[in-house]
């Protein structure tokens, strides 16, 4: 463990930033505000081709790894009729209930697709380029007490 990890809180409602609950935030900054704007947009592609178009190390097993993430969420998003990159906390929980139908957290499998998609809200927070003011996973970790226990699996070094 990095010295530096010791210090980071594993608790999901010191790393939310401004906002820990959805009723916190303005309505000019909800995300659902923004569908017209991201119609016909493929943000996931967009943080993919940023996030690991330059690594050419990266295995063919990770890479079918990302794009059966990218399956999953972009088919959940779809059948809400929601854009997979404006999703709420409660489209959040109702992910992790929807992974954990199908995969035991012991298996960690539904805790890895979760923490794919926290990953790429986070992404979406830390770029100016996207409205995200807050990220709907870490507050549906502070909520839910299914999605902190998925948040909790994902954050534990393996």
């Given at each position: 463990m990095k010295s530096s990890e010791r210090w980071i809180s594993k608790d999901p409602a010191t790393r939310t930033g401004l906002y820990q609950h959805i009723s916190?935030?303005?309505e000019h900054n909800r995300l659902r505000i923004y569908t017209s704007r991201f119609r016909?947009?493929?943000?996931?592609?967009?943080?993919?081709?940023a996030e690991y178009s330059c690594s050419d190390d990266l295995?063919?097993?990770?890479?079918?790894?990302?794009?059966?993430?990218e399956r999953r969420w972009k088919n959940f998003c779809n059948d809400r009729v929601e854009?997979?990159?404006?999703c709420s906390p409660s489209h959040a929980k109702e992910y992790?209930?929807?992974?954990?139908?199908?995969?035991?957290?012991?298996s960690s499998t539904a805790a890895d697709y979760w923490a794919a998609i926290e990953r790429f809200y986070r992404?979406?927070?830390?770029?100016t380029e996207y409205p995200h003011r807050y990220n709907p996973f870490v507050m549906a970790a502070v909520e839910?007490?299914?999605?902190?226990?998925?948040?909790m699996v994902a954050i534990e070094p393996n």
């Amino acid at each position: 463990m990095k010295s530096s990890e010791r210090w980071i809180s594993k608790d999901p409602a010191t790393r939310t930033g401004l906002y820990q609950h959805i009723s916190e935030v303005p309505e000019h900054n909800r995300l659902r505000i923004y569908t017209s704007r991201f119609r016909g947009q493929d943000t996931w592609s967009e943080y993919v081709d940023a996030e690991y178009s330059c690594s050419d190390d990266l295995s063919e097993r990770f890479l079918s790894d990302i794009k059966r993430r990218e399956r999953r969420w972009k088919n959940f998003c779809n059948d809400r009729v929601e854009h997979h990159a404006l999703c709420s906390p409660s489209h959040a929980k109702e992910y992790a209930a929807y992974l954990l139908d199908e995969y035991s957290i012991e298996s960690s499998t539904a805790a890895d697709y979760w923490a794919a998609i926290e990953r790429f809200y986070r992404w979406m927070f830390h770029h100016t380029e996207y409205p995200h003011r807050y990220n709907p996973f870490v507050m549906a970790a502070v909520e839910d007490s299914t999605s902190e226990e998925l948040w909790m699996v994902a954050i534990e070094p393996n």
